[in-house]
């Protein structure tokens, strides 16, 4: 029976090798190493370095020395000065993990059983400097990326590596200055049109980055097509679950706020909580509840939805036939004066005559009179349990441009 260390140190030259063709084969960036033989021997080089000082550390559980880890960083600054995309990089880390498993256990098949101790040893070594070797390699990254990246743009990729769960995460954050969040309220600003350019949105993002010290990213949708904001902005840790969503409500309130009133077009905003392990699903939820969520101009009374307001809606969208009756009633209500606006206002006050016509700018008369009309040309009564169901989804649904 061999040794588990043996047999590792025997096959780390054929290894390292198995591992640079894995990258050329498996990521398209990492192609090029074909046709740069420098770039490819260095690779080559480091990988049967990490091999090497595995076989050497693990035996005795020794660590990373500071100068590995330094080595190691200088991968990562190597790679990102390369222009490495995030995802190229998430995908080298991914694929070293997997081949260095796949050669223990290879070796550990070649000694025909026994060697458990060994095996043991290896593991118990692995997962801890795995761990600090990841992270010096994605603080070299960072470090490339600092220097080259405007400081908005080192935000945009915090949002992105918060949101996949990229263990780049924590030196992006030490970069811009932010915390890495326990608990987020995951929002989404959809904002339908946009005439400002790039340029502009840019210093508005980053004023609002530096006012609320919240990551966000921009994602356009394209030219002249609008696009949307995503903020995740931390909940207070330790707080019980009712203070922690009262804290976020008012903090993701003046951000929405911030931002609409800084391009001054209609917007829709919807709000997802969520731990930093669930973000990925809270951002789809929180697109979805924007997505059916009425645009609003900027004002005081803007806020952003919950699940809780539009769960309704939700379901319609998912429901073609019941979303064209929907469509109905609202071709209904199109031959009078101003209904819909002014059912969203009543319905938006609590169904409250006096603040709704003052809302409107009218007398409560004259909103009495459009409440009549439209039960008129519906036969639905807005004030009952009835019409609160029908109309106020119609309102919501025609306002929200999902019936463009």
Request: aromatic share 4%; hydrophobic share 45%; net charge neutral.
């Amino acid at each position: 029976m061999g040794s588990l260390f043996a047999e590792l140190a025997r096959q780390a030259s054929a290894n390292a090798r198995r591992e640079v063709e894995a990258y050329v084969r498996e990521i398209p960036e990492l192609g090029l190493l074909d046709a740069s033989p420098r770039d490819r021997a260095e690779t080559l080089e480091y990988a049967l370095w990490l091999r090497r000082r595995t076989n050497e550390l693990a035996p005795g559980s020794g660590a990373l020395t500071d100068d590995d880890l330094g080595y190691i960083a200088s991968m990562g600054e190597t790679r990102a000065e390369a222009g490495m995309s995030l995802e190229s990089r998430q995908q080298v880390l991914r694929l070293h993990t997997a081949l260095m498993l796949r050669e223990i256990n290879e070796a550990t098949d070649a000694q025909r059983g026994g060697g458990v101790d060994e095996l043991m040893r290896m593991m118990n070594w692995f997962a801890p400097q795995g761990v600090r070797g990841v992270g010096a390699y994605c603080q070299g990254f960072v470090r490339v990326l600092s220097r080259r990246l405007p400081y908005v743009e080192q935000v945009a990729l915090l949002v992105r590596s918060l949101l996949t769960a990229d263990p780049m995460a924590a030196e992006l954050a030490l970069a811009v200055g932010m915390e890495l969040p326990e608990h987020c309220a995951v929002t989404v600003i959809r904002v339908p049109d946009r005439p400002v350019g790039d340029r502009d949105l840019e210093g508005e993002i980053e004023a609002l980055v530096k006012t609320h010290q919240v990551p966000v990213v921009w994602c356009p949708q394209g030219a002249g097509r609008g696009g949307e904001l995503i903020a995740l902005v931390p909940l207070v840790p330790g707080a019980a679950e009712s203070v922690r969503r009262h804290a976020a409500s008012d903090l993701v309130s003046d951000l929405v706020r911030d931002f609409t009133e800084a391009l001054g077009r209609p917007c829709a905003a919807g709000t997802a909580t969520a731990p930093a392990s669930e973000l990925t699903d809270a951002l789809d939820r929180a697109r979805r509840i924007s997505r059916a969520a009425p645009l609003r101009r900027p004002s005081a009374r803007l806020r952003p939805h919950t699940l809780a307001d539009v769960f309704v809606e939700l379901a319609v969208a998912d429901v073609p036939f019941v979303d064209d009756w929907l469509q109905t009633v609202a071709r209904r209500l199109a031959s009078g004066p101003d209904l819909l606006v002014t059912l969203d206002a009543y319905y938006g006050h609590d169904m409250s005559r006096g603040p709704a016509a003052a809302a409107l700018n009218v007398h409560p008369r004259t909103l009495d009179y459009r409440l009549r009309r439209v039960q008129e040309l519906t036969g639905i009564n807005p004030g009952s349990t009835h019409g609160v169901r029908i109309l106020s989804s119609v309102v919501a649904r025609r306002l929200s441009g999902a019936w463009r």
